[in-house]
C-alpha cells in the first residue's frame, strides 16, 4: 500500500493570502491528486496530475489554485488568495503501479482562514 | 446531479453483530467501487476494492455489488467499537487511471458495547 505525508497538518492564515500545500509520497506513485472536504460536507475532488501536467480539474480549481512538482517528489497545491470558503481539510491522494485505480490518501491539511 | 448515494446514518449495531452498509449510484460512474473507512478529523482509509459483480471478503469485511440493480453493499462481521466511523462510497468517474473519484456523504456507524 503506497504511503504519503503531508505538511503542515494545520495551517491558519488570514483571508487573501498565499498558502502552499505540500504532499510527499513514501512509496512507488504514479498519479497524484487533491481532494478537500468542508466541514460536515461531501469529499471532493479538485485535481488530477500525471507525467507533470494536470490531467484533470474540478470547476472548484479555478485560477487561484496551482499545482506543481517543484523538486520532482513533492507536490504541492498552492492557493493564491485565500478566502473564507476554502477552509476545509485538503487530502492528497495517490495511486501505484500495482493497481492504478486504487487511491489512497494522506492524513490531509485542515486549512483555516481567518 | 446525483451520483453516489448513500443513507447518511447514524446506523447503530450492538457489539458482535452484523453492520450493513448501503450504497446506490447512478450510470455516470464507472462501475467499479471503493469503500473508504474515516475516523472523525481523520483522512479516507482505503479498506475495499470491489471491480466485479458478487461479493468479495477480506477478513470480517464484505462487499456485494449488483450492477444490474446499481447497489454496492459493505457487511462487516462481528462489529467492533473500534469500527465506529463514516463510512463512504465510491466509484471512479470512468474506469480509466487518474479517473477521479465520486465520494458519496457516508454513512456513520456507531457500534454500541
Known amino acids: 500500500e503506497p504511503e504519503v505525508t503531508q505538511t503542515p497538518s494545520h495551517q491558519v492564515t488570514q483571508m487573501g493570502q498565499e498558502v502552499i500545500l505540500r504532499c510527499v509520497p513514501i512509496?512507488?506513485?504514479?498519479?497524484f491528486y487533491w481532494y478537500r472536504q468542508i466541514l460536515g460536507q461531501k469529499v471532493e475532488f479538485l485535481v488530477s496530475?500525471?507525467?507533470?501536467?494536470?490531467?484533470?480539474k474540478s470547476e472548484i480549481f479555478d485560477d487561484q489554485f496551482s499545482v506543481e512538482r517543484p523538486d520532482g517528489s513533492n507536490f504541492t497545491l498552492k492557493i493564491r488568495s485565500t478566502k473564507l470558503e476554502d477552509s476545509a481539510m485538503y487530502f492528497c491522494?495517490?495511486?501505484?503501479?500495482?493497481?492504478?485505480?486504487?487511491?489512497?490518501f494522506g492524513p490531509g491539511t485542515r486549512l483555516t482562514v481567518t | 446531479q446525483k451520483e453516489v448515494e448513500q443513507n447518511s446514518g447514524p446506523l447503530s449495531v450492538p457489539e458482535g453483530a452484523i453492520a450493513s452498509l448501503n450504497c446506490t449510484y447512478s450510470?455516470?460512474?464507472?462501475?467499479?467501487f471503493f469503500w473508504y473507512r474515516q475516523y472523525s478529523g481523520k483522512s479516507p482509509e482505503l479498506i475495499m476494492s470491489?471491480?466485479?459483480?458478487g461479493d468479495k471478503e477480506d477478513g470480517r469485511f464484505t462487499a456485494q455489488l449488483n450492477k444490474a440493480s446499481q447497489y454496492v453493499s459493505l457487511l462487516i462481521r462481528d462489529s467492533q467499537p473500534s469500527d465506529s466511523a463514516t463510512y463512504l462510497c465510491?466509484?471512479?468517474?470512468?474506469?480509466?487511471?487518474?479517473?477521479?473519484?465520486?465520494f458519496g456523504s457516508g454513512t456513520r456507524l456507531s457500534i454500541r458495547p
Open positions: 496530475f500525471y507525467n507533470n501536467e494536470i490531467s484533470e
Open positions: 491522494a495517490i495511486t501505484d503501479r500495482a493497481d492504478p485505480y486504487e487511491q489512497y
Open positions: 465510491a466509484a471512479p468517474q470512468a474506469h480509466s487511471s487518474a479517473s477521479k473519484i465520486i
Open positions: 512509496s512507488n506513485h504514479l498519479y
Open positions: 470491489i471491480y466485479s459483480n
Open positions: 450510470d455516470r460512474v464507472s462501475q467499479s
